[in-house]
């Protein structure tokens, strides 16, 4: 275990995930989510693959033993995209990213519902606070009214906000599947499940997009199993509970982005329910190692 590496390849793999963001967020105006979600899963892949030959985990990789789940989590994965990516195209960064800060605490809950895991008072609290903030983020959008565009873009915060939902329930089953299958499995198969989850979008408007476009999309793709491999390395050099709370440092990137390249400045209501969904995911992230300290106490004593 190195927990300064860790944090190191964690925040490598924030910034390398927010340049994917940005170049599907660039691109929205061109092509569909479902186009989107082809060109991020497909060349992934190879990525993802040259990652499984170079550890010698290809073998791993291709074996599946719990098929309904990797299923389930394809499905749940590749709505969680496209309604992430509906969303890009229609919010400022900022409140996109602060909107999706909604997956640890939509992952809590369930977590309890479908796991069975114990949720007590303190952790209640995280949540109730979680999406409190969310709401103030989403409040100016929800009350926005005779504003030109202003219905869409409503749509659009309410898709992110889904799609933290969908995010939230595909992490769940990877909880499930790592009980069964391999990390290897869980990443190749999720990048092949949603290259051909996204080709049943061609009827609903696919289209020939620009050369530039292609190169665009081909990057987010390349990037994104590269960032994947970051975080996946990050996770074996330190604890979950070490590194998770890196993943907040998205805000500060997305603020910078939105403002530098895309001109968007962040406004008071989304600053101040990010923070409040921040706070709230960090409380749950710091009694989650407070409880599993406390299981390897109790371990050790028996």
Not at 22 to 49: H, M, Q, Y
Not at 144 to 170: N, R, Y
Not at 237 to 255: C, G, K, T
Request: charged share 10%.
């Amino acid at each position: 275990m190195n927990p300064a590496r860790g944090i190191a390849l964690k925040l490598i793999s924030v910034v390398v995930f927010m340049a994917m963001t940005s170049l599907i967020k660039a691109t929205a105006d061109a092509v569909p989510p479902g186009e989107a979600i082809f060109f991020r899963s497909f060349f992934a892949l190879p990525i993802v693959i040259i990652m499984l030959a170079w550890t010698g985990h290809l073998n791993d990789g291709l074996r599946i033993v719990n098929r309904p789940a990797h299923i389930i989590r394809g499905v749940v994965g590749a709505t969680a995209m496209a309604l992430m990516f509906f969303g890009l195209g229609h919010i400022p960064l900022p409140e996109a990213v602060a909107i999706f800060f909604a997956v640890p605490i939509f992952v809590t809950l369930l977590a309890s519902l479908l796991l069975g895991e114990r949720i007590r008072l303190y952790r209640m609290g995280a949540i109730a606070l979680g999406f409190v903030g969310v709401l103030i983020i989403m409040s100016p959008r929800l009350l926005a009214e005779g504003e030109t565009g202003s219905d869409l873009k409503t749509i659009a915060s309410v898709a992110v906000f889904c799609a933290a939902f969908f995010a939230a329930m595909a992490t769940v089953f990877v909880r499930k599947l790592m009980a069964t299958d391999s990390a290897a499995s869980v990443s190749f198969w999720f990048a092949v499940f949603t290259t051909l989850l996204s080709l049943l979008s061609v009827p609903f408007g696919w289209v020939v997009p620009s050369w530039e476009v292609v190169g665009q999309l081909i990057l987010a793709g390349l990037l994104g199993g590269i960032a994947q491999i970051f975080m996946t390395t990050a996770y074996r050099h330190a604890e979950a509970a070490v590194i998770a709370p890196f993943d907040y440092s998205q805000i500060v990137l997305a603020l910078l982005v939105g403002y530098f390249i895309f001109g968007e400045l962040p406004t008071w209501v989304t600053l101040f329910g990010a923070s409040l969904t921040i706070a709230a995911g960090l409380l749950i992230i710091w009694r989650e190692r407070q409880l599993g300290l406390a299981r390897k106490n109790d371990t050790l004593r028996s």
